[in-house]
């Protein structure tokens, strides 16, 4: 959705539990609304080279099978 001058990625709209769900986004501010659901990456754009979604699966691994992911990247990404 377009709200406040930019692009936003607004997670209620799937209807289901938000505990559940991580966003993986180079632009933070398109989870504002979610923001401990968000898990920021670096850009990339045509870079066959890029590995930064391999770099982050560890993390990823660690959210499988917990109660609330909110918390957990909340912690890793200090919001």
């Not at 870079?47 to 993390?59: C, G, K, T």
């Amino acid at each position: 959705m377009f709200s406040e001058g930019s692009c936003t990625k607004d997670l209620s709209i799937l209807g289901i539990d938000l505990a559940k769900v991580a966003i993986i986004d180079n632009s933070p501010q398109v989870f504002h609304l979610h923001v401990n659901n968000g898990i920021p990456i670096e850009s990339w754009f045509d870079d066959p080279s890029d590995h930064a979604l391999v770099q982050i699966l560890p993390f990823l691994e660690t959210l499988v099978g917990a109660e609330d992911v909110r918390p957990i990247i909340a912690q890793e990404f200090g919001k």
